[in-house]
Nanobody, 115 residues
Framework: VQLQASGGGLVQSGGSLRLSCAAS????????KRWYRQAPGKPRAFVAS???????TYDYSVQGRFTISRDGVGNTVSLQMNSLKSEDTAVYYC??????????WGQGTLVTVSS
């Protein structure tokens, strides 16, 4: 499975962006789709996740501002980011974990929030 992330860019503080991650093939079975981010000089960190049965989890730093969603087919996961802050600047990576065993990463998309 290959993951292709898109939607990053430059946005002013308070603005919005929508990231998408498309899988090269349908993902079946029990899986979790996640977004991580890596800010300059920092380790990669969890942002949000959605399970195959629709349960979502968010890091406290994005709770109430970001929304993760997936399409019904299971090929795409999106991250709607609102009220962006300068500290949201990072490379964002999508990730899929299937059956708790098989893990796939996208190539990353850069989000830059200017203050």
């Amino acid at each position: 499975v290959q993951l292709q992330a898109s939607g990053g860019g430059l946005v002013q503080s308070g603005g919005s962006l929508r990231l998408s991650c498309a899988a090269s093939e349908s993902i079946f079975g029990i899986n979790v789709k996640r977004w991580y981010r890596q800010a300059p000089g920092k380790p990669r960190a969890f942002v949000a996740s959605v399970t195959s049965d629709g349960r979502t989890t968010y890091d406290y730093s994005v709770q109430g501002r970001f929304t993760i969603s997936r399409d019904g087919v299971g090929n795409t996961v999106s991250l709607q980011m609102n009220s962006l802050k300068s500290e949201d600047t990072a490379v964002y990576y999508c990730n899929v974990l299937v059956h708790g065993i098989y893990e796939y990463w996208g190539q990353g998309t850069l989000v830059t929030v200017s203050s």
